[in-house]
């Protein structure tokens, strides 16, 4: 049981409070045991009033003495209930939140490996879900459990004092509850450990389907993928299934050992009273009412076991990461750290296999030298291990055998910190933070000397390093410049405008080593130039490591290496290389933008650089929305995305309730359980008054008429233990995936809403349909009970003497008006916590989706104390709810021990009047007693009922929610042979109305072409490839398909016809295989996998693994290099046999072989398809039939790359791109067109399912 683990994380300050608190509760708890010696005493009384030895008088002095006694326990009660209540709930916020605060720091510090299975997915539900079940289990019902285990010590104190022999006898009757309970508990903590864990994986896959749901939406891919994700929900099922009996039998044991000491207690009682053993009745009654408590107590404690165990678990999953020693702590203050560094890099000897795959080397003993102040390029085709040597100069893995080091000091022997703050790296997919650009690009000076610096000094360097990277003036022209908020992984940025900002953040604290891995494949041809040169102009001063397929960014290095099946097959520079004509030279070859060089593009001296708004007003691609635009927009996400409309508890439980009719059986068997528990309290207030009048009769018969009660009890015991022995798991599975499905259909504009990140969705994807199951699972059948109960003891009081019944239960306003009251108050407070937790937990899972950028810019600690610091804003004033909701929750608790006063007064004044016999008297104050009794409990599942509550609203509006996105009545099937028709199109993102993006744009893209798009970054172009794909409509304009505006074609046939390749692939949990059929209409036979593979050149490396198809992409795709992802992503594109293929950078990330290799099999497939893409690298394009210039979003020129390039205009001033160079500087290669080398001997791939060649 890790629960008293948790106290461990207490400060001193609330180890001292859940002192007073837990004092408090004992307090609390031991009134109602007072309560049964004050009135086991009188009575005594009330057998002499029956029996006519006492006078009315004094009878009624007597009454009068002993309700005062009432007043002073409600007192004590509403005082220490309100103490414990209050105390118990403040330090459970606090330690939770340490919990959360330690386990996200925790996770921080892992090595990179560790991430390759643990993804964000499961970060968000452990940080949200297992602390909230943490959190539930220390809080106000440890005060509850406190309490009833303090009631039974009491109780059982006060028995043994008064009669040990029979106290004892009865004790000895429960003891096998406790082995029960032990045996119960063991099993149902292991249950609720797997169904954490199973829990976990599908969060993962649910945080890579929101993350990706326009691939999702292109793909039709929603069916698969709930499928998928019901798997998961099938294993948790089952183990759900499992834990209904257990929590069956435990109970239903907890009731059976309530009921069985009464039995006992009478018939033993009696049997005592009757040979002289227990003095007087008053003595059997006190007994008797103590053994009531026990029960009662035994009863109360059945739900808090149960949070208990759920707490257990749930913290067991937390120390597990909490107790993970990590391999490469990058915390650690261990290592040297050099005064100076001049950036000489040597690698001897190294050797490597990743950590998932031991058995495959990716270096086979690579040793080479980089020098100081040199720019280094590594070339070499995608998976040769360029950027494995990346991941071990940043120290994310350790060599197998041999070393680095760095001026002559091996890196494992430096601090992890120290290096990565020397050496800065920008990666080929740009990681950005939700945050604004400032921060962003400000997160580069992490771990320097300028890390603290003051606003105005940091804000010049920033300032600095994005003019450097070609990034201010598209910066500057946004609404809030700098402060811009760039959104959930920068999906308000274009690729270009991300890359620049990444940029700008590797080169502002001037690093003596800069790593670029692709860092400029993301851009358009006019930004790259520029880039290129600060880049060129910023290595000059340091040691550069150049990653690159695109060797036009590399031809003025110092030296390049080529490497080849891990390993190094030649290096030299440019020149050198191209005359020995080996590998190097055959990619020059490849990669020649023309073959006849009188084609050549213009010198660098012809260019002239396009006006800056060629680049696009601010990111039009993917608005950039700011702070204010995104506060502006709702005032909380439930009203940014659905209606204003708030279900009743009721109405929600009957909607969901209704809509599971199918499990009438299983409802009715409850029903008829929850009816007869319910019933036994009122029935054992009868029972109770029959035997306490019983022994008004002669002592002969009392023996005869006790025996015949106490059978009754048993029997009673009996029936509640068959009750309780029906209650099982099925909802959750169901509401699980039914609000999936509910989030994966809504509209992309949903979205791209801040508060609608894949984080914050996954988390409510846990949490709210686990409210709800804990609400219409057991706890709807423990409170049915509840409500059973208080009705019928209402019922029987009114029965049995209705004057004495009206004016006892006229109170129940002031019992249910407190209670729910508490309920409301609880209900805000929850919901604003809900939402503080589940953004804190976004930004967790964000960071650790970007675990390499975070590490490689030394950000652990930064976002674990921003992670920290979110944590806070609850309990910078709890009181303010929780002390409001506790005089009401202490109200609801204690205002029994007043309706007992007022019982017991009037109803001892019209027993004294004659009115009212003994008999009546006793049936009704015990009604009484359960029925306050009842009440309580009710209130004790409140918690339960505002999750369940919050999270039924949620998952009813989301499912009233309506795609604007979707089929029209009379819908169509599309031509797909047909052209698409752009007339006079504009567009508008949702968010940002007030910014246009496409303006007017006019096109006409033939049946059967090729056409491209081409243009600066964030002029409209990955926009009108959004628009194709009818992720949103055109606010002004049509988009028709032939004769037929998109709009009115059936949304999921036509997008069948269309495949997409985006430029950052987003590859799933599962095999190679299972992603490629993601992209598939229908079944689909190997052989069309094989087929579809060999097209997009990835069939020879999947066949080299040793599991082929089957074998585990990891988590996004984790196992795999960024080129073979996207071949992958190819594959997937083509399995579907297309009638349209759009290609967004589609080959950006691929070397030089599988680039051409994959351009020749789209040209061989595009004679029947048409082909729309989007690029940058013009040398992609240039066959194209048609290519459109956008500026602006508009169309500024179109034609062919001939007509284009004589026009002298907007395309020309592109091709002068250092593509264009590269291609003018290779024209004298035609003399060796003969002596071509074989292509093929640097296409090869070795087998490490990662990073190959």
């Known amino acids: ?186 099993i149902e903590a292991n249950l609720d450990g797997q169904i954490l864990k199973v829990y976990a994986e599908a969060a993962n896959l649910a945080e890579e389907i929101i993350g990706s749901i326009k691939t999702v939406h292109a793909f039709g891919a929603s069916r698969l993928l709930l499928e998928r994700f019901d798997k998961w929900l099938v294993q948790a099922s089952h183990a759900g299934y499992k834990k209904g009996p257990t929590l069956g039998v435990m109970y239903a044991s907890e009731f059976f050992f309530s009921f069985v000491p009464y039995a006992m207690a009478f018939w033993q009682g009696t049997r005592m009273y009757l040979s002289g053993q227990v003095d007087s009745v008053g003595t059997l009654v006190i007994v008797i009412f103590a053994v009531l408590m026990i029960s009662n107590a035994i009863g109360q404690i059945a739900p808090a076991t149960s949070s208990f165990i759920q707490a257990s678990s749930a913290a067991s999953e937390l120390f597990e990461i909490l107790d993970r020693k990590s391999q490469l702590d990058p915390h650690s203050g261990e290592g040297a750290t050099p005064d100076t560094v001049t950036g000489h890099i040597s690698i001897r000897d190294v050797e490597f296999a990743y950590p998932s795959r031991p058995n495959i080397r990716i270096l086979k003993g690579v040793s080479l030298d980089i020098p100081a102040k040199k720019t280094t390029a590594f070339v070499g085709a995608s998976g040769s291990g360029k950027s494995t040597i990346i991941s071990l100069l940043e120290r994310w893995y350790e060599p197998g055998h041999g070393f680095l080091t760095l001026d002559g000091h091996r890196i494992d022997e430096l601090n992890v910190k120290w290096l990565r703050s020397k050496v800065r790296l920008v990666q080929q997919e740009p990681v950005l933070f939700n945050d604004t650009i400032f921060n962003n690009v400000a997160q580069g000076l992490v771990g320097t000397e300028h890390e603290y610096a003051d606003e105005r000094t940091r804000r010049d360097m920033v300032t600095r390093a994005c003019k450097e990277a070609n990034a201010s003036e598209f910066i500057e022209n946004l609404p809030n410049g700098y402060d811009t908020n760039v959104g959930e992984r920068a999906g308000l940025l274009s690729g270009g405008q991300k890359q620049r900002i990444a940029i700008a953040r590797s080169i502002i604290s001037n690093p003596p080593v800069l790593l670029l891995d692709e860092a400029t494949s993301a851009l358009d041809a006019n930004s790259e130039k520029v880039v290129q040169q600060a880049l060129d102009r910023v290595s000059m001063s340091r040691t550069t490591i150049v990653i690159a397929h695109k060797l036009a960014t590399i031809m003025k290095a110092d030296n390049i290496i080529v490497f080849g099946h891990g390993e190094v097959l030649e290096q030299g520079t440019h020149q050198s290389l191209l005359q020995r004509n080996g590998p190097y030279a055959a990619l020059v070859h490849a990669q020649s933008l023309g073959d006849n060089p009188g084609d050549s593009a213009p010198t660098a001296g012809d260019w002239e650089p396009l006006p800056d708004t060629a680049q696009g007003t601010p990111a039009p691609e993917k608005e950039a929305e700011t702070v204010a635009d995104i506060n502006d927009s709702s005032s909380s996400a439930m009203e940014a995305i659905c209606p204003p409309r708030s279900y009743s508890l009721l109405r929600i439980l009957g909607i969901f309730l209704g809509e599971n009719l199918n499990l009438w059986h299983m409802y009715l068997v409850c029903i008829i359980a929850s009816l007869i528990g319910g019933a036994v309290y009122p029935a054992q207030a009868i029972l109770l008054t029959r035997l306490i009048t019983a022994y008004e009769l002669p002592d002969d018969e009392v023996q005869a008429e006790v025996n015949l009660y106490a059978l009754l009890f048993f029997i009673v015991a009996i029936v509640m233990f068959l009750a309780y022995a029906c209650l099982g798991w099925i909802l959750t599975r169901r509401y699980r995936f039914e609000l999936l499905e509910s989030i994966i259909r809504q509209d992309i504009t949903f979205f791209d809403q801040a508060e609608n990140n894949a984080a914050t969705l996954t988390s409510r994807l846990s949490t709210d349909p686990m409210g709800l199951q804990e609400l219409i699972g057991i706890n709807l059948a423990l409170m049915l009970i509840v409500v059973i109960n208080l009705t019928s003891s209402v019922a029987l009081a009114l029965a049995y003497g209705w004057e004495l019944g009206l004016v006892v239960f006229s109170t129940l306003p002031l019992i249910f008006g407190s209670g729910f009251l508490r309920l409301r108050l609880e209900s805000k407070f929850d919901a604003e916590n809900a939402s503080i937790f589940a953004e804190s937990a976004r930004f967790a899972s964000q960071a650790v989706g970007a675990m390499r950028t975070v590490s490689a810019f030394t950000l652990e600690h930064n976002i674990w104390t921003e992670y920290d610091m979110r944590l806070q804003q609850p309990l910078r004033n709890p009181l303010r709810v929780v002390g409001m909701s506790m005089i009401w929750y202490s109200l609801a608790e204690s205002v029994e021990f007043l309706v007992m006063a007022l019982a017991f007064w009037y109803g001892g004044q019209l027993l004294a009047d004659g009115e009212y016999t003994t008999e009546q008297f006793f049936v009704i104050y015990i009604a009484i007693v359960f029925g306050g009794e009842a009440a309580g409990q009710f209130f004790a599942y409140t918690p339960n009922i505002t999750k369940a509550h919050a999270g039924g609203n949620y998952i009813l509006k989301l499912r009233e929610t309506k795609a604007s996105i979707t089929d029209s009545p009379d819908a169509h099937n599309p031509d797909a042979g047909a052209e698409f028709h752009f007339d006079h199109v504009y567009f508008r993102y949702p968010q940002r109305r007030h910014v246009p993006v496409l303006q007017g744009l006019h096109l006409d893209i033939k049946a059967g072409s090729s056409v491209a798009f081409v243009g600066g970054s964030g002029c409209g172009k990955s926009t009108t490839i959004g628009l194709l794909e009818r992720y949103y409509d055109p606010t002004q304009g049509q988009l028709c398909l032939g004769q037929e505006s998109i709009s009115q074609l059936q949304l999921s046939a036509y997008r069948n016809h269309i495949s997409l390749v985006p430029q950052e692939p987003t590859l799933y949990q599962g095999t190679i295989r299972d992603n490629i059929i993601l992209g598939a209409i229908s079944p689909v036979s190997d052989e069309q996998i094989e087929t579809a593979a060999r097209e997009a050149n990835i069939l020879t490396f999947i066949q080299s693994l040793p599991d082929g198809f089957h074998t585990e992409c990891g988590s996004r795709g984790a196992q795999l290099s960024g080129g073979q992802k996207q071949r992958i992503a190819i594959a997937r594109a083509m399995i579907r046999d297309p009638a349209i293929i759009l290609l967004d950078e589609a080959t950006s990330a691929l070397d030089t072989t599988s680039e051409k290799s ?7 497939v595009g004679k029947r398809r048409t082909i729309i893409s989007v690029a940058h690298r013009l040398s992609t394009i240039r066959h194209c039939d048609q290519i459109f210039v956008f500026v602006e979003g508009r169309i500024a020129e179109s034609g062919t790359h001939a007509q284009l390039t004589a026009l002298r205009g907007h395309y020309y001033r592109l091709a002068s791109s250092p593509e264009g160079q590269f291609k003018f500087a290779m024209s004298h290669l035609t003399s060796l067109d003969s002596a071509k080398p074989n292509l093929s001997t640097v296409s090869s791939e070795n087998v490490d399912g990662r990073t190959l060649w």
């Open 1158 to 1164: 994959i351009q020749e099999s789209l040209k061989s």
């Open 1 to 186: 049981m890790h629960v008293q683990r948790i106290f461990t994380l207490m400060t001193p300050t609330d180890a001292v409070l859940n002192i007073i608190g837990a004092i408090a509760a004992m307090g609390a708890g031991a009134a109602l045991p007072l309560m049964a010696l004050i009135f086991g005493s009188f009575v005594g009384r009330f057998t002499d009033f029956g029996a006519g030895e006492t006078s009315p008088e004094a009878f009624r002095r007597d009454v009068n003495s002993f309700t005062l006694w009432f007043v002073y326990l409600f007192i004590g009660k509403f005082t220490l209930t309100y103490l414990s209540g209050a105390i118990f709930t403040v330090t459970a916020l606090r330690v939770t939140k340490t919990l959360r605060s330690e386990f996200v720091k925790a996770v921080l510090r892992q090595e990179i490996s560790f991430y390759d299975k643990f993804g964000p997915g499961a970060v968000a539900v452990k940080a949200t879900t297992n602390a909230d079940l943490v959190n539930a289990g220390i809080s106000e019902k440890l005060a509850r459990v406190i309490q009833s285990i303090s009631m039974m010590v009491t109780a059982l104190v006060i028995a043994l004092v008064q009669s040990w022999q029979m106290t004892l006898i009865i004790i000895a009757v429960v003891f096998p509850l406790f082995i029960i309970l032990g045996i119960t508990m063991t």
